[in-house]
């Protein structure tokens, strides 16, 4: 499988589907694309949350999406590293799933799937990468006419119920924002 125009997922950007069972939109939109860095699916394994893993291992199983190890020496782990133990001067430490999508978005010229904006901005244009998020995802669904708008708001609400941050308080509304 080829990695470039990958999506690489850190932990709260796959788990926003994997939470509320949206988690079949992802191969639809981008098969052959999904990439579960090795630290996101270690995340994921949880003893209050083994859902999560249990949702992610159906695809894995079903070869829909894939995991991406970090190896110790190879030019994404030092990116890796960089980020978790020794950042550039005047940025800061990121957590591992987040370091881990975009030091192999870097490397093989994928996209950061990733909804914390505060934290990985300043790296992602420090390396010049491309980046989506689960509300990005959503509505690329929507254009693509896998959900409609209601369908969209569902999501949505659940998604935020389980205290994702999305941008809105209604995929309608985002859509308004957005459009």
């Avoid at 244009?125 to 254009?143: C, E, K, P, Q």
């Amino acid at each position: 499988m080829s990695l470039t125009d990958s999506l690489f997922f850190d932990t709260d950007c796959l788990s926003a589907f994997l939470w509320v069972g949206s988690e079949s939109l992802l191969p639809q939109l981008y098969p052959g694309k999904l990439v579960i860095p090795r630290p996101v699916y270690i995340e994921l394994y949880r003893p209050a949350t083994p859902h999560l893993k249990a949702r992610a291992d159906s695809l894995l199983a079903a070869k829909l999406v894939s995991i991406q190890e970090i190896n110790i020496g190879s030019d994404e782990y030092l990116t890796y590293y960089q980020l978790t133990e020794a950042p550039a001067k005047g940025h800061k430490i990121i957590g591992y799933g987040e370091a881990a999508s975009i030091s192999l978005a870097k490397q093989y010229g994928g996209i950061v799937a990733s909804n914390n904006l505060r934290d990985i901005q300043p790296y992602i244009s420090m390396f010049g990468l491309r980046h989506t998020t689960t509300s990005d995802i959503l509505v690329d669904a929507y254009n693509r006419g896998l959900i409609t708008e209601n369908q969209g708001n569902i999501i949505w609400s659940n998604m935020i119920a389980r205290r994702r941050r999305l941008g809105a308080a209604s995929f309608s509304e985002y859509l308004k924002k957005h459009s």
